[in-house]
């Protein structure tokens, strides 16, 4: 199920009544939830109930409920009402009421006077048309292509895959539609990417959890631009507020693409203990939180595996990581390459000159991975939203 929250602006400012009846009869169609959120008590005086009355089919009325602001009453409708959230509104207040809920929170730039943190910080839909592909990216993202749980307290997550040759023609166009943001800096499928982890966010509890979020460091020293935005929709979803840096490459090191294979195995995790330290901004914010930490594509798994020991010897109870896609090689039995490995780590993990030790390495950890063909099937429906 799908609900829909929103202010009376959405439908009173600037909407043409076919517009507004066509979103009414795909809303009645794919059951979805209308909730108006209002200040005070709507009646049958009330512009909105004017507005909408001659549009709404009598059969479809079941889909439009009406609440006051209070945080109790939408909190108990989302309690009786399980299902993707969503929170449309144009003021501050809509920003941090959507957050404190742990909604997705979009933005109506059709509007009038949008709220300057509005605009920052929420996802743009700029007509109905539009809203309607966000839904239908919410609704189609059904499972994650790739779970490995590490141990207890550690799960790798992957949204698709990155593969070209085992995929299909449709799955192709998006494999290759979400590179081009993520490694090439085009922002024209960004918020497609966002939205689609965001809604498979929405499916994870243990995620929603989330106490402190990061993202795997590039290469460089640079901040990955795209990365660090979806970080911040990512915060806004889970109601937190820290917004530094969590991890820092200190020191830059090669590019993996540009390495042997076989070689970066055998340095594995080790590569990035040497370069990457904790921000100093979270010292004694780390202990007993939990973490998760984003990165756009996973390939045999020794970045999370240098952040895992690094986070987990800080005191950190649970760490989880999330990549966009998954390169799967045909090792092990197909299922790819996964090498975990464990650390003794001392030193200051906040500065540069803590050192690491390994004492136990598994390379073919990769054969524990699972994956969803699902998920496949949902990237390739992504073709037609998106219009490749």
């Known amino acids: 199920m799908t609900n829909i929250f929103y202010s009376k602006d959405f439908f009173l400012s600037n909407i043409d009544v076919n517009s507004a009846k066509d979103f009414i009869s795909y809303a009645a169609s794919n059951k979805i939830n209308l909730i108006l959120i209002s200040h005070s008590d709507i009646n049958s005086n009330s512009d909105i109930i004017k507005f909408l009355g001659p549009l709404v089919p009598e059969k479809d009325m079941h889909g439009f409920q009406f609440l006051t602001r209070e945080k109790s009453k939408i909190s108990d409708f989302i309690k009786n009402n399980p299902g993707k959230n969503i929170f449309i509104g144009n003021k501050e207040e809509d920003l941090f009421k959507a957050s404190s809920l742990k909604c997705l929170y979009l933005c109506p730039m059709w509007t009038d006077n949008i709220d300057e943190k509005s605009k920052k910080y929420g996802i743009h839909i700029k007509d109905l048309k539009h809203l309607i592909q966000v839904i239908q990216i919410l609704i189609n993202q059904n499972a994650f292509y790739y779970e490995l749980k590490i141990n207890n307290v550690s799960t790798v997550y992957a949204l698709t895959s990155a593969n070209n040759i085992s995929a299909t023609e449709d799955e192709n166009s998006v494999i290759n539609a979400f590179r081009s943001t ?85 340095v594995g995790a080790l590569k990035h203990l040497k370069s990457i330290k904790i921000n100093p901004k979270y010292r004694g914010k780390i202990t007993g939180k939990k973490i998760t930490i984003l990165d756009d594509y996973i390939t045999n798994g020794c970045s999370f595996e240098a952040v895992r020991n690094l986070l987990i010897s800080a005191g950190a109870s649970e760490v989880n990581f999330i990549a966009i896609g998954r390169f799967k090689s045909r090792k092990y039995n197909g299922l790819g390459i996964y090498q975990k490995e464990e650390y003794s780590l001392t030193g200051d993990l906040f500065s540069d000159n803590y050192t690491s030790s390994l004492s136990k390495r598994e390379s073919d950890y990769g054969l524990h991975g699972k994956y969803n063909v699902d998920a496949r099937q949902d990237v390739e429906n992504l073709k037609d939203i998106l219009e490749l």
């Open 182 to 266: 993520l490694k090439n800096g085009n922002s024209k499928y960004l918020d497609a990417i966002t939205l689609y982890l965001l809604s498979g966010i929405m499916s994870l509890p243990e995620i929603m959890e989330t106490e402190i979020w990061g993202i795997m460091p590039s290469s460089g020293t640079n901040i990955n631009e795209e990365m660090s935005q979806i970080l911040t929709q990512c915060r806004y979803l889970t109601d937190r507020r820290l917004k530094e840096p969590l991890l820092i490459r200190h020191t830059p090191t090669q590019k993996s693409h540009w390495t042997e294979p076989s070689t970066r195995l055998s």
